[in-house]
């Protein structure tokens, strides 16, 4: 069945604001692997770049899904910074502010995510739904490891 031209429209408009999120949240999370220090740096230096890493893995496969859509996903530092929803986190070092930053940002992409998911579940456009359902289910999991970090 064809997806509803307006739904495309809108759907492609909420996951370029994904897409710069997701792209603010990687960038955020490589200066947390760049500055981090404390006696937790070598665990949370390498948990950084895993999680980055995934995060570019999305990237992509979101703004391949906006073309798939019939969109054109966001590719410039300028549309992300004014699109993104997740807030630029600079010169922060420690084992508890990264985290708690990190999670903060895991939170936002998961708000996101049940918005998407919820849109693209109600107009029966299931590879939109899946790939937002995958990435609750991983964030939540994450922003569980690192808030136990916390406690
Ligand atoms: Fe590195």
Known sequence: MKLNPNYSKEIIEALNTY???????????????????????????IKYEEIYNELNVLADEVAERIIQLGGRPDHSFSSYLKNSKVIEK??????????EALVDDL??????EREINDKAASNLDEATAALTSDSIRSHEKTIWMLAALLK
């Open 19 to 45: 897409l710069s999120s997701i792209q603010q949240a990687y960038m955020n999370t490589r200066g947390f692997h760049w500055n981090i220090v404390g006696s937790h740096f070598l665990m949370l230096h």
């Open 107 to 112: 939170k936002i992409l998961v708000e996101l």
């Open 90 to 99: 600079t010169d922060l070092s420690s084992d508890k502010e990264t985290v």
